[in-house]
């Protein structure tokens, strides 16, 4: 079964910047749509970007032209730059993997926390 591990959640100031890391254990690419989420004390949680094998991406709207979702397929590893970041960026942020046949992994999370 893919495992995810989640990195790089840290407490930043406002305007401030942050990368996030999601390492597959195995290979998920290319075939494998990747994405990462984020979750609020008391929010639902919500989607954050999403990234094909091919390389097409998505942003939720709040997030787009501050944040860029990327992958590096030798290594497995979905990426996360964040830049601009604002207080409402606080959250619990995983990592989510869809295999072809619509099962998902997931990552345990990392606190990203954006404060002055």
């Known amino acids: 079964q893919v495992q995810l591990v989640d990195s790089g959640g840290n407490l930043v100031q406002p305007g401030g910047s942050l990368r996030l890391s999601c390492a597959a254990s195995?290979?998920?690419?290319?075939?494998?749509?990747m994405g990462w989420f984020r979750q609020a004390p008391g929010k639902q949680r919500e989607l954050v970007a999403t990234i094909t094998g091919g390389g097409s991406r998505n942003y939720a709207d709040s997030v787009k032209g501050r944040f860029t979702i990327s992958a590096d397929n030798a290594k497995n590893t979905v990426y996360l730059q964040m830049h601009s970041l604002k207080p409402e960026d606080t959250a619990l942020y995983s990592c989510n993997a869809r295999a072809p046949w619509g099962y998902e992994f997931w990552g345990q999370g990392t606190q990203v926390t954006v404060s002055s």
């Open positions: 195995g290979t998920i690419f290319p075939n494998y749509v």
